[in-house]
């Protein structure tokens, strides 16, 4: 069973930047998609980014409130996953998580449900 664990979140301001890391452990990540997801105080986990496989090469998918401003990657070397967050902003404050699941099905898995593994999570603030 794969154990994840986040890192790198913080207190930023406004405009500013942030890469969190997701390092596995317990077996490699080839062959797993993995998601980025957030919560907010009294909101629903959310969305944030894929990075899935797609039978030729890794795919990415992005929710509407970060693309263009977020990157996720991911280094099977390292057994990580990163999400590069740039130009923050105060509604990006959330707690972040990073999830896992085995490669198959949909190329681009953006539901919670479809992630059967999940780290602890790492808070980001964005103060205004």
């Known amino acids: 069973q794969v154990q994840l664990v986040e890192t790198g979140g913080g207190l930023v301001q406004a405009g500013g930047s942030l890469r969190l890391s997701c390092a596995a452990s317990?077996?490699?990540?080839?062959?797993?998609?993995m998601g980025w997801f957030r919560q907010a105080p009294g909101k629903e986990r959310e969305f944030v980014a894929t990075?899935?496989?797609?039978?030729?090469?890794?795919?990415?998918s992005y929710s509407d409130s970060v693309k263009g401003r977020f990157t996720t990657s991911r280094d099977n070397a390292k057994n990580t996953v990163y999400l590069q967050m740039n130009s923050l902003k105060p509604e990006d404050t959330a707690v972040y998580y990073c999830?896992?699941?085995?490669?198959?099905?949909?190329?681009?898995?953006?539901?919670?449900?479809?992630?059967?593994?999940w780290g602890q999570g790492t808070q980001v603030t964005v103060s205004s």
């Open positions: 999830a896992a699941t085995i490669v198959g099905g949909s190329t681009y898995k953006t539901s919670a449900s479809l992630y059967n593994v």
């Open positions: 317990g077996r490699t990540i080839t062959g797993l998609d």
């Open positions: 990075i899935n496989w797609g039978g030729v090469r890794y795919y990415t």
